[in-house]
């Protein structure tokens, strides 16, 4: 993957995440460009690319399936859920105490 793509990827998922936050926002993307111009003498060869781009990646997605803001509205808090934000089943929730399976895996007392 291209560092370009990766920048817009991750700047895309900071708007994204932090919509309405202009504060938080622009500190992100201050972060954002900072770390790609401290590698950008890095010639193309360089090893250390293709995990940083990765990782780069891995943390744009973060941001946007995984990251919910709250905001603090009377004595209570909304969440700004998204199109984007994973939602998860609960399945761990909804047993309670019992031994949760996940894709037919055992867990530690089963073994």
Same mark, same amino acid.
């Given at each position: 993957?291209?560092?370009?793509?990766?920048?817009?990827? *991750? *700047?895309r998922a900071? !708007?994204i995440a932090?919509e309405g936050?202009t504060? @938080?926002?622009d500190?992100?993307r201050q972060?954002? !460009?900072q $770390?790609?111009?401290?590698k950008a003498?890095? +010639?193309?060869?360089?090893?250390?690319? +293709? +995990?940083a781009?990765? %990782?780069? #990646?891995e943390?744009?997605n973060? *941001?946007?399936t995984? *990251? @919910?803001?709250?905001?603090?509205? $009377?004595?209570?808090?909304k969440l !700004?859920? %998204? #199109?984007?934000? #994973?939602? $998860?089943?609960?399945e761990?929730?909804?047993l309670?105490?019992?031994?949760?399976?996940?894709? $037919?895996v055992?867990?530690?007392? #089963? !073994?």
């Amino acid at each position: 993957m291209a560092a370009i793509q990766t920048y817009r990827h *991750l *700047l895309r998922a900071a !708007r994204i995440a932090f919509e309405g936050d202009t504060r @938080v926002l622009d500190s992100a993307r201050q972060q954002i !460009r900072q $770390g790609f111009r401290d590698k950008a003498s890095l +010639p193309a060869s360089d090893p250390s690319i +293709p +995990p940083a781009l990765q %990782h780069a #990646e891995e943390v744009a997605n973060f *941001l946007k399936t995984n *990251l @919910v803001q709250g905001k603090k509205e $009377g004595g209570t808090y909304k969440l !700004r859920i %998204h #199109e984007h934000t #994973e939602r $998860g089943d609960n399945e761990s929730i909804k047993l309670g105490n019992k031994n949760a399976k996940a894709d $037919g895996v055992k867990c530690c007392s #089963e !073994r």
